[in-house]
């Protein structure tokens, strides 16, 4: 099954309220929640992931800045956080070196990434040759693929990422459907983010955040049902 990561975020920013929202949802079956270090202080960050950890899930941050020193000073953040999975970033040069010897997983960006919130430029030779490279590198454990905010064919896309990264893909931005999540899961994706969609209560129109979760969580495992009959 595709993993699905909530993302405790809207507009490439942690919601304000992060910690009463993942409250919310603490009974649910997700096994990956995330945040970005934008948003809200460092120490709401710390007991977020403090009670993430203690219900027995991962910890995710997401970098969104494409400002050198504001992604390295994420990369320190999500060190001392003491994150499971660090997505997102376009230095892995200067970043492998500030998680040498820790357990952290890195998947940044491939392609040229732009704007906040970011959006993915490219062909998609060129964002595969991008993930390609990447993944070659030591250090390098999977990739965060912005493919719905790229303005092509999507399924394509995913497809050649997959193939030429040879590891795990998550796609992230911007899923709101159930053939979003089918996409992904078919052409060979790890995972799959959701943010702000549980926030402006798109996935249930009317329902409540844990409701929006929960539907996440069942539409992740129908597609691997119909994925695999």
Same mark, same amino acid.
């Given at each position: 099954?595709?993993?699905?990561?909530?993302?405790?975020?809207?507009? @490439?920013?942690?919601?304000?309220?992060?910690?009463?929202?993942?409250?919310?949802?603490?009974?649910?079956?997700?096994? $990956?929640?995330?945040?970005?270090?934008?948003?809200?202080?460092?120490?709401?960050?710390?007991?977020?992931?403090?009670?993430?950890?203690?219900? !027995?899930?991962?910890?995710?941050?997401?970098?969104?800045?494409?400002?050198? =020193?504001?992604?390295? =000073?994420?990369?320190?953040? &999500?060190?001392?956080?003491?994150?499971?999975?660090?997505?997102?970033?376009?230095?892995?040069?200067?970043?492998?070196?500030?998680?040498?010897?820790?357990?952290?997983?890195?998947?940044?960006?491939?392609?040229?990434?732009? !704007? %906040?919130?970011?959006?993915?430029?490219?062909?998609?030779?060129?964002?595969?040759?991008?993930?390609?490279?990447?993944?070659?590198?030591? &250090?390098?454990?999977?990739?965060?693929?912005?493919?719905?905010? $790229?303005?092509?064919?999507?399924?394509?896309?995913?497809?050649?990422?997959?193939? #030429?990264?040879?590891?795990?893909?998550?796609?992230?931005?911007?899923?709101?459907?159930? @053939?979003?999540?089918?996409?992904?899961?078919?052409?060979?994706? $790890?995972?799959?983010?959701?943010? &702000? =969609?549980?926030?402006?209560?798109?996935?249930?129109?009317?329902?409540?955040?844990?409701?929006?979760?929960?539907?996440?969580? #069942?539409?992740?495992?129908?597609?691997?049902?119909? %994925?695999?009959?």
């Amino acid at each position: 099954m595709a993993e699905f990561l909530f993302m405790l975020t809207k507009d @490439d920013a942690t919601v304000s309220d992060c910690l009463d929202v993942y409250d919310q949802v603490r009974d649910t079956d997700l096994r $990956w929640v995330g945040f970005k270090d934008i948003g809200v202080p460092t120490e709401t960050l710390r007991e977020l992931a403090r009670r993430i950890r203690a219900d !027995g899930r991962k910890v995710v941050l997401e970098i969104v800045s494409t400002d050198t =020193a504001a992604e390295l =000073a994420s990369v320190r953040a &999500g060190v001392d956080l003491g994150v499971d999975l660090l997505m997102g970033g376009t230095q892995p040069d200067a970043a492998l070196p500030l998680m040498k010897d820790t357990p952290i997983r890195y998947f940044p960006f491939p392609g040229q990434i732009l !704007g %906040h919130p970011s959006v993915l430029k490219g062909t998609i030779e060129s964002i595969a040759e991008s993930a390609r490279e990447l993944k070659s590198r030591p &250090g390098v454990a999977g990739l965060d693929l912005l493919a719905y905010r $790229w303005d092509g064919d999507v399924p394509a896309l995913i497809s050649a990422v997959v193939r #030429a990264s040879l590891g795990p893909i998550v796609v992230a931005g911007s899923i709101v459907t159930s @053939d979003q999540i089918r996409i992904v899961t078919d052409r060979g994706a $790890w995972g799959f983010t959701i943010g &702000g =969609a549980v926030f402006d209560r798109l996935l249930v129109p009317g329902g409540s955040l844990r409701d929006q979760v929960a539907w996440a969580l #069942a539409e992740a495992s129908a597609a691997q049902v119909g %994925h695999n009959s």
